[in-house]
């Protein structure tokens, strides 16, 4: 099965995401899409009032900005991209962590910096798989928003790429899969000025080099660590690269994005 993740800037692009979506809507066997939303969470914030605060590529999230997440990843967006999936023939079912219970998270606890309600996954294991497969099983393609809970009445905000690698390795044990990462380059770039630099192939070897370097930064640290993550625990195939050649990618084109292995 295909596990894609897409980013907050195909999201905020209409006819980006309408492109995406009718490729991925047309991508054969079972499927699970993960959206983010970064971008439109920030910008509705501004709307009302509410300043984005990041470290390290993660959002602090004071209980405001809980109220704002909920709404925006698992009302606006997520019933969104349903909508627009179910107008392409594809049978979505929008969820959050929270929904049959699938993801269990623990509130971060507080050291250095306070992330206030951000939910870390213990791991593959918390995973409830038998009610993802019974719903991949009835033929539906789930659509998780980047929301866990606690099982103490809280919603959680999570990473994107962290459910998507998650989702990915609890899986692994009962499906062969394949992890993509869409967003809006050609894959990893060598220099991030030329959209042409793709990095075909990154090992666990290269991607050490890359960091010392400098070339990876920002926030392709988490994705590679994320997707370092899901191959180490027996996911079979991951690859970052552009949501315009999510077709090429999925049919395993080699040519397309970079291809991360151990
Ligand atoms: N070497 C690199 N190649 C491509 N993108 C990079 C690289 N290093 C850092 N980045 C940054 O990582 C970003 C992707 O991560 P992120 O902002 O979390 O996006 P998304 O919402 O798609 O997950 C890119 O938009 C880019 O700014
Ligand atoms: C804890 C945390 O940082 N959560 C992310 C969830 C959204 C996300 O991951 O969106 P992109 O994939 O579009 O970046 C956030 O609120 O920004």
């Known amino acids: 099965m295909i596990i894609v993740k897409i980013g907050g800037n195909i999201l905020d692009n ?25 971008k439109i969470a920030s910008a509705f914030g501004q709307r ?67 992330y206030g309600f951000v939910g870390d996954v213990a791991g593959p294991e918390s995973i409830n798989v038998d009610a993802l497969g019974a719903i991949l099983e009835a033929g539906l ?31 692994a044990p009962k499906y062969n899969v394949q992890l993509v990462y869409c967003f809006e380059k050609k894959g990893v770039l060598q220099n991030a000025e030329d959209d042409d630099s793709v990095i075909g192939h990154i090992t666990t070897e290269k991607y050490k080099t890359l960091k010392a370097e400098g070339v990876v930064n920002a926030g392709m640290i988490p994705k590679l660590d994320n997707a370092f993550a899901a191959l180490s625990q027996g996911v079979q195939a991951v690859q970052i690269g552009d949501a315009a050649a999510i077709a090429q990618m999925a049919a395993g084109g080699g040519q397309a994005g970079t291809l991360i292995t151990l």
């Open 14 to 38: 209409p006819e980006r995401l309408q492109s995406f979506l009718a490729d991925f809507a047309a991508l054969p066997g079972p499927k699970l899409l993960v959206h983010g939303g970064g």
């Open 141 to 171: 393609t789930p659509v998780f928003a980047p929301l866990t809970h606690d099982r103490q009445g809280n919603m959680l905000n999570t990473n994107a790429d962290t459910i998507a690698s998650v989702l990915a390795t609890a899986l």
């Open 48 to 114: 009302l009032g509410i300043s984005p605060k990041m470290v390290e590529g993660r959002r602090i999230t004071d209980a405001e900005t809980l109220e704002l997440v909920t709404m925006v990843y698992g009302g606006l967006v997520n019933k969104q991209v349903v909508a627009k999936l179910q107008a392409l023939g594809c049978n979505a079912i929008g969820l959050t962590g929270a929904d049959a219970n699938i993801i269990p998270a623990q509130k971060r606890p507080v050291q250095s910096i306070d």
